[in-house]
């Protein structure tokens, strides 16, 4: 079974600097990864996802994610973040259910803080 | 375009009770999952229904059930309600099982008392 590990829990930073989210999946074999936001109180919002092809993937909100195989990541980047960036912010793993399809396996989230 | 909608928004049970939460899916999307977040934690995939059959279960006992109806709306059940069910339950839909997108609801908050 897949397994996802986002490596920082909490990550602030000053608006404007660039951040960096950290994720890393456990299989080597085929795989889609995502990126989803949480705002407080709210649902998941998608980000951007890898399906295949380039291993860098544009997302909404100027986030972009490098898909790196032999590293097994998935790192997620913003070059200059917003006071509304503040959220918390899932990585998650495709896991093979029955019938071809699939369901997603999260990391514990990286809550991000954007200080003015 | 509807997005996913959950209802009710809140609510709170006391242990031993039962709950139904409800998920309207995404207008042409056929496959629905639920997932439970509880606090501090990513969601955990609980089942998902595809054409009104269940299509998949995560680690959960079997007090979780659920419904797909003919319109692919869900209802996610849960009987015996114990203290460590309270968390926030999230529906997903998607176009088909094998499509790779998923659209989530904003959640209901079930607190067990």
């Known amino acids: 079974a897949q397994s996802v590990t986002q490596l920082d829990s909490q990550v602030p930073v000053f608006e404007e600097a660039p951040v960096e989210l950290r994720c890393n999946y456990s299989s080597s074999v085929s795989v889609y990864l995502f990126w989803y936001v949480q705002y407080p109180n709210q649902g998941l919002q998608l980000l951007l996802k890898y399906l295949s092809g380039s291993t860098l993937v544009k997302g909404i909100n100027g986030f972009e994610a490098e898909f790196n195989k032999s590293q097994t990541s998935f790192h997620l980047r913003k070059p200059s973040v917003h006071i509304s960036d503040t959220a918390e912010y899932f990585c998650a793993v495709s896991d093979p259910i029955q019938g071809g399809s699939e369901k997603l396996v999260f990391g514990k989230g990286t809550k991000l803080t954007v200080n003015p | 375009e509807t997005g996913v909608t959950q209802s009710p928004t809140h609510l709170i049970k006391t242990r031993g009770q039962q709950v139904t939460l409800r998920c309207s899916s995404q207008?042409?999307?056929?496959?629905v999952s639920w997932y439970q977040q509880a606090l501090g934690q990513g969601p955990q995939f609980i089942f998902q229904?595809?054409?009104?059959?269940?299509?998949g279960r995560g680690n959960f006992p079997p007090r979780f059930s659920g419904l797909q109806f003919p319109n692919y709306s869900s209802e996610l059940n849960v009987n015996a309600l114990e203290l460590d069910d309270s968390a926030l339950y999230l529906c997903?839909?998607?176009?088909?099982?094998?499509?790779?997108?998923?659209?989530f609801g904003p959640g209901t908050r079930l607190t067990v008392t």
């Open positions: 207008s042409g999307h056929n496959t």
């Open positions: 997903a839909s998607r176009r088909d099982r094998g499509t790779s997108e998923q659209y």
């Open positions: 229904y595809y054409r009104e059959e269940e299509n």
